[in-house]
């Protein structure tokens, strides 16, 4: 019965994310494909960190942030545009959340300080690699916001790291220029739901083939 309850909220939510899809986007076309890419990850995603966390206020927060990243990275990938209001508005909910809720209340320190290292770390890396802008930045910090300190550091190596296989698939099979080819929320957000459902297995997994290896 949870399950269904989750999918029937989540069919809602990606009902009203394709809604502010379309209105801050509207060039974007209304066909099946880009309906199944708002809608499939709104729905998988929240049924799969329900199924690893069960029910609690982590489980909420981590479920309410999907739609959040899908929809910036949707609206990045097809016009490469980070709205404010978007990163905010998920920022404000999450802020909520932890603040209506004594375990994560608990750890709210964590998660602040997840917001103001992301912020500040890749303002910083979007100076010297000029590959950031400012929404990146921001979303950055929605972000690792949720995750808190933790995980914050790993998130944005993770990030750069699946940008930069991405990057040379596209200069090998495409033949362009990476800085003209690559939005970076969808990477951020791929990164960002891998810790939320393995948390840092697929590190630690990398680290142990190279050890075996060398």
Known sequence: MIYFTILIIFIILSYISEKIIYGLDNSMDKNLSNKILIFLPNM????????????????????????????VSIIDFKTTYVYDITILSGIIMQSVIFLLNKELNVNLMSHLKGLFIGII???????????????????????????GDKYCLYMIFLSFMLASIYGGYVLLRKQKSIKSSIPFTPFISLATILIILTQKDIINLYFDILSRNL
């Open 121 to 147: 770390l890749s303002y910083i890396l979007a100076k010297v690699t000029k590959s950031l802008g400012d929404g990146d930045i921001g979303f950055y910090g929605l972000c690792t916001f949720v995750l």
């Open 44 to 71: 998988i995603i929240p049924i799969l960190i329900y199924t690893k966390y069960e029910l609690s206020m982590q489980t909420v927060s981590y479920m309410l942030l999907i739609p959040f990243l899908t929809m």
